[in-house]
Each structure stands twice: as structure tokens, then as C-alpha cells.
């Protein structure tokens, strides 16, 4: 099992829709949870960050954190033609390694 | 503010040929430095990471080395290149351990 995982889609999406991006992960000791976006040929860039569980609001970005599941998730709202990208999931343990773990990535399409 | 510079975006060099690929931040001290490598359609492989002057750890053996001949500046080289060499390579910095790791914008490089 890896230690987390991020369906690499793509999905789908018509422009308006709710969009729900979804990692799972193993390790219970994970407490920083991040959001890239990446568009093609770019460099991931840092949507959202959060600490521990809850929700974070960012506009039309929403991040939650299920640490009994094991479960974090991005809420788009509103999708836009230009939200069309990769999403990647990142984590890692406070004081922990260097290294956080990422998701392979989530591409999304959202069509007009 | 913070940012990262990664030259060049795009290189096409021949099989065995050498590779120098520059990475530097400005506005800050000290930071943690990284070199993922990315395959297209693929997730994010790590293959160097730096917490300082002289302190590069490798986690993949392959055909590339990493040096930080400064505190802000960190370089991917190769000796010779091979076809498997060809990729998108990311250079990133964090200014803590393991979290909020920031990109530059990527190298695209093909090896002919």
C-alpha cells in the first residue's frame, strides 16, 4: 500500500460544477496537509495549506482534513475552464523528515 | 518576498553530452533545497534534497549528482546523458522541514 493515494483521473467537469479532489493516506502521524496546482509544463504551485484536521476557505478553495479517516479533500467551487490542471496532495509529520510525500497528482478538466 | 529561479525552461541535448541545470532563491537564508524529477503523466520522483552547505543526500542512484556551492544555489549535473535522462525537473525550496515546499517554474529536457 503506498502511503498515499490520489486517484490520477482525469475528471471531467462541465464549468459551474463542484469539483472534489480526494487523497487517502496511511500514516496517522502526518499533520501538514498541502494543495498544489500544476498546469502543463509548469511548476507545482501551493494552493492550500493546513495543520492537523478541520477546513481551511480560500475563495472558491476549500481544504478539509478527516484524520479518522485518513482522508483530506479540495472543494472547488464554481469550476472554471482555467481551474483545468493537475492537483497534487502533499503531507508530512512536524519535526519529521525533510521529505513531504506527495500524490502522483489528479488532472481535471472542466469544459465550458 | 521569497522566490525561486530555475534555468533553462527548455534544453535538448545529445546522449553524452553533460547537463548543468541551475536552481537559486533569494529572500531568505538557509534553505531547504530539492530536485524532483517529473515523467510525464507521472508523479513526482525526488532525487536530491539539501538542508545546507555540503549536506545534499541522494535518494535515487542514477546518473545525476547535485552541489550547493552556495548557500541560495543549487545544481543538478550529469557527466554524460543518457535517453532515460529526459524529463521534467523541478528544483524546490522549503524554509522549514518538510513542509510548504515552493517550485520553480521546471526544465524540460529531452535527450536525443
Known amino acids: 500500500q503506498k502511503e498515499v493515494e490520489q486517484d490520477p483521473g482525469p475528471l471531467s467537469v462541465p464549468e459551474g460544477a463542484i469539483v472534489s479532489l480526494n487523497c487517502t493516506y496511511s500514516?496517522?502521524?502526518?499533520?501538514?496537509f498541502m494543495w498544489y496546482r500544476q498546469y502543463s509544463r509548469k511548476g507545482p504551485e501551493l494552493l492550500m495549506y493546513?495543520?492537523?484536521?478541520g477546513n481551511k476557505e480560500d475563495g472558491r478553495f476549500t481544504a478539509q482534513v478527516d484524520k479518522s479517516s485518513k482522508y483530506i479533500s479540495l472543494f472547488i467551487r464554481d469550476s472554471q475552464p482555467s481551474d483545468s490542471a493537475t492537483y497534487l496532495c502533499?503531507?508530512?509529520?512536524?519535526?519529521?523528515?525533510?521529505?513531504?510525500?506527495f500524490g502522483r497528482g489528479t488532472s481535471l478538466i472542466v469544459h465550458p | 518576498s521569497q522566490t525561486i529561479h530555475q534555468w533553462p525552461a527548455t534544453l535538448v541535448q545529445p546522449v553524452g553530452s553533460p547537463l548543468s541545470l541551475e536552481c537559486t532563491v533569494e529572500?531568505?537564508?538557509?534553505?531547504?533545497l530539492y530536485w524532483y524529477r517529473q515523467a510525464a503523466g507521472r508523479g513526482l520522483q525526488l532525487l536530491f534534497y539539501?538542508?545546507?552547505?555540503?549536506?545534499i543526500s541522494s535518494e535515487v542512484p542514477q546518473n545525476l549528482s547535485a552541489s550547493r556551492p552556495q548557500d541560495r544555489q543549487f545544481i543538478l549535473s550529469s557527466k554524460k546523458l543518457l535517453l532515460s535522462d529526459s524529463g521534467f525537473y523541478l528544483c524546490?525550496?522549503?524554509?522549514?522541514?518538510?513542509?510548504?515546499?515552493?517550485f520553480g517554474s521546471g526544465t524540460q529536457l529531452s535527450v536525443l
Open positions: 493546513t495543520y492537523s484536521s
Open positions: 502533499a503531507m508530512s509529520v512536524p519535526g519529521g523528515s525533510y521529505i513531504p510525500t
Open positions: 529572500g531568505t537564508s538557509n534553505p531547504n
Open positions: 524546490a525550496w522549503s524554509p522549514t522541514r518538510g513542509e510548504k515546499l515552493f
Open positions: 539539501s538542508i545546507g552547505i555540503d549536506q
Open positions: 500514516n496517522s502521524a502526518f499533520q501538514y
